[in-house]
T-cell receptor, first 113, second 113 residues
Framework: GEDVEQSLFLSVREGDSSVINCTYT??????LYWYKQEPGAGLQLLTY?????DMKQDQRLTVLLNKKDKHLSLRIADTQTGDSAIYFC?????????????FGTGTQLKVEL | SQTIHQWPATLVQPVGSPLSLECTVE??????LYWYRQAAGRGLQLLFY??????ISSEVPQNLSASRPQDRQFILSSKKLLLSDSGFYLC????????????FGPGTRLTVT
């Protein structure tokens, strides 16, 4: 079945770049996503990339996709304390109706002063 | 603009009691709707999804059921709660034709005692 894996924790200093990595197994994934979850809150869609793209940039966020290795990364430039949160990688695509996402367990990003 | 609501925000229920969680979406028609559960340890699991009124697909056999009595209303229910039903329940929606963007509600924290 589908599986998405992420490392559990990442600690960076304010102003540095953060890179959060993710691997997935489903080669039929159409979209790859990054969601952000702050404590006690729902998930916020940060960005997503279509599977035929290698890179997507959106302000401080850069997503890289290596489809051959099934590897996705999220780079946050100039990381701020407000970026501290759990970041979820997810893969999806319309299968049997509806876009059912498979999530990783999340990476807790801690930004230190 | 579209908004998604969930209530209650938090709920404490004894084992064996019934459950009803509600999710509503505003500002869109005929959305695809999803229920996810986030158990301790942060992983999200898709429970149910619906592509229309009265159309419910179950992803994981369990103690829960879902219903969609109206176009923009999605309800998660149980007749008798188990301790293992504790978790953070998230509703999500996506627009038909733009199913690649899935947006989450604020969630309901359920504690079964």
């Amino acid at each position: 079945g589908e599986d998405v894996e992420q490392s559990l924790f990442l600690s960076v200093r304010e102003g540095d770049s953060s890179v959060i990595n993710c691997t997935y197994t489903d080669s039929s994934s159409t979209y790859l996503y990054w969601y952000k979850q702050e404590p006690g809150a729902g998930l916020q869609l940060l960005t997503y990339i279509f599977s035929n793209m290698d890179m997507k940039q959106d302000q401080r966020l850069t997503v890289l996709l290596n489809k051959k290795d099934k590897h996705l990364s999220l780079r946050i430039a100039d990381t701020q304390t407000g970026d501290s949160a759990i970041y979820f990688c997810a893969e999806g695509g319309v299968k049997r109706g509806g876009n059912k996402l498979t999530f990783g367990t999340g990476t807790q990003l801690k930004v230190e002063l | 603009s579209q908004t998604i609501h969930q209530w209650p925000a938090t709920l404490v229920q004894p084992v064996g009691s019934p459950l009803s969680l509600e999710c509503t979406v505003e500002g869109t028609s005929n959305p695809n709707l999803y229920w996810y559960r986030q158990a301790a340890g942060r992983g999200l699991q898709l429970l149910f999804y619906s592509v229309g009124i009265g159309q419910i697909s179950s992803e994981v056999p369990q103690n829960l059921s879902a219903s969609r009595p109206q176009d923009r209303q999605f309800i998660l229910s149980s007749k008798k709660l188990l301790l293992s039903d504790s978790g953070f329940y998230l509703c999500a929606w996506s627009a038909p034709g733009a199913d690649y963007e899935q947006y989450f509600g604020p969630g309901t924290r359920l504690t079964v005692t």
